[in-house]
């Protein structure tokens, strides 16, 4: 019940704020120039225009690291979090609560960004686009794929603050993109922000290269991330290190 119960009241807390607008308004523009971007000699660089999602998944953890900062920022001006977590009933259905919440917002911006693409790509461009079955595999990479990006981050942003998340952000797209080469062939696997990449890589036909290694590591590292967040969340004392 807490976990629903946080998760209900993050609608009333983001009410008449523009971090809604954060999830929703970058699918529209981001795709948008894409597309523009694409029709007009983006071709030339970038041969196949399903490399907008790849190239979305290498830059997802600055928005990553934008984004969650923006959400505990707002929680804490609306509710004091030291006081919040003392009179909660349970610590761990709270940081849950405030995960599932980020992660529906994440979805409804993949969601949307995936009809951007498809509008975009069949309409206006005239492209022939993926199916159905291709949009469902790109949409549970993101998602699976951000987990653990959205539990570091949440760590990051409650003890340390936004300025340090939105560094880790900047240092896992520069990751993302460095790994791109023979040495992430092997290594990959252990570095999540590497994970969403390879995986969409291999769906597009554009890498041969197995990833049940990459998925074993997600499950493996994830679900630990988790526990030890949960872990750290139930016994921190609701400040940061500037405090």
């Not at 529906?104 to 995936?114: G, N």
């Not at 492209?127 to 079955?133: C, G, N, P, R």
Request: charged share 10%.
């Amino acid at each position: 019940m807490t976990i629903l119960r946080e998760f209900i009241s993050n609608f009333t807390k983001i009410k008449r704020t523009p971090f809604l607008l954060i999830h929703l308004l970058p699918p529209i523009v981001v795709t948008l120039l894409f597309l523009v971007y694409y029709a007009s000699a983006g071709y030339h660089i970038i041969s196949d225009v399903r490399m907008f999602f790849i190239i979305l998944q290498i830059c997802y953890p600055i928005f990553v690291s934008i984004a969650v900062p923006v959400f505990i920022h707002l929680d804490r001006n609306i509710s004091n979090v030291q006081n919040s977590l003392g009179l909660t009933e349970s610590r761990k259905g709270v940081y849950l609560g405030k995960l599932c919440f980020l992660l529906f917002l994440s979805a409804l911006s993949m969601l949307l960004y995936e009809l951007c693409f498809y509008v975009g790509a069949g309409f206006f461009l005239d492209i022939s686009v993926m199916d159905f079955a291709s949009f469902s595999v790109i949409f549970v990479i993101f998602i699976l794929g951000s987990v653990c990006l959205y539990l570091l981050h949440m760590f990051i942003a409650f003890r340390f603050g936004a300025g340090i998340s939105v560094l880790a952000g900047i240092g896992g797209t520069i990751l993302a993109g460095y790994f791109e080469n023979a040495i992430g062939d092997q290594i990959w696997p252990l570095i999540p922000w590497e994970w969403g990449v390879r995986f969409l890589e291999y769906h597009f036909g554009l890498s041969n290269i197995p990833v049940i290694s990459g998925i074993i590591s997600l499950i493996i590292i994830t679900l630990a991330a988790l526990f030890l967040s949960m872990l750290w969340f139930d016994g921190w004392d609701g400040r940061t290190v500037q405090e």
